[in-house]
T-cell receptor, first 112, second 115 residues
Framework: DQQVKQNSPSLSVQEGRISILNCDYTNSMFDYFLWYKKYPAEGPTFLIS?????DKNEDGRFTVFLNKSAKHLSLHIVPSQPGDSAVYFCAANYNAGNMLTFGGGTRLMVKP | DADVTQTPRNRITKTGKRIMLECSQTKGHDRMYWYRQDPGLGLQLIYY???????NKGEISDGYSVSRQAQAKFSLSLESAIPNQTALYFC??????????????FGEGSRLTVL
């Protein structure tokens, strides 16, 4: 039973538009959420994170929103660029541990 | 040079063979992990180690074993490889002394194909 789910395996967006990647979780103990980005033939790299005490965290073009009541978070990329084309993984942990639980990933394609 | 290095990057082997994937890191982190990536399933934890004398099973440890030879080295072994172990394997490290947010630093991956 996957505790972290990314229900959209892929997403295609036009350059300059907004990309919204979604993630749902079931474990109410999760208190920290992270997004990782993965290019082909490379390992995942950390992108942005959010603590459960916040509902929004912004870093440049990337914003993560957390809705605890719905157990849902989303990653917004504005504006989207072709270089953003990658697989994005949502991950969660709790109790200040390092045992991340990952979602299945969403492949984002940004078309020029 | 990469902070987390995995060898080999690609390996094709036959069913029943023993395979070892090696990981070394220069980040000075105590914690090391082995993950497996399958399409649609994300990254699943195989084994993890919080220091040289500590080894713990993850979600999918059956069919795998690990060895933590030193703080900087963590190897994953498949004693008798089977085709459903065909996957992309990632080693990762983390630093509990930092912000303790759970951020992992990944190697570039080892693609294993078992025929």
């Amino acid at each position: 039973d996957q505790q972290v789910k990314q229900n959209s395996p892929s997403l295609s967006v036009q350059e300059g538009r907004i990309s919204i990647l979604n993630c749902d979780y079931t474990n109410s103990m999760f208190d920290y959420f992270l997004w990782y980005k993965k290019y082909p033939a490379e390992g995942p790299t950390f992108l942005i994170s959010i603590s459960s005490i916040k509902d929004k965290n912004e870093d440049g073009r990337f914003t993560v929103f957390l809705n605890k009541s719905a157990k849902h978070l989303s990653l917004h990329i504005v504006p989207s660029q072709p270089g953003d084309s990658a697989v994005y993984f949502c991950a969660a942990n709790y109790n200040a541990g390092n045992m991340l639980t990952f979602g299945g990933g969403t492949r984002l394609m940004v078309k020029p | 040079d990469a902070d987390v290095t995995q060898t080999p990057r690609n390996r094709i082997t036959k069913t029943g063979k023993r395979i070892m994937l090696e990981c070394s890191q220069t980040k000075g982190h105590d914690r090391m992990y082995w993950y497996r990536q399958d399409p649609g399933l994300g990254l699943q934890l195989i084994y993890y180690s919080f220091d040289v004398k500590d080894i713990n099973k993850g979600e999918i440890s059956d069919g795998y074993s690990v060895s933590r030879q030193a703080q900087a080295k963590f190897s994953l072994s498949l004693e008798s490889a089977i085709p459903n172990q065909t996957a992309l394997y990632f080693c990762a490290t983390s630093d509990p002394g930092g912000s303790n947010t759970g951020e992992l630093f990944f190697g570039e991956g080892s693609r294993l194909t078992v025929l």
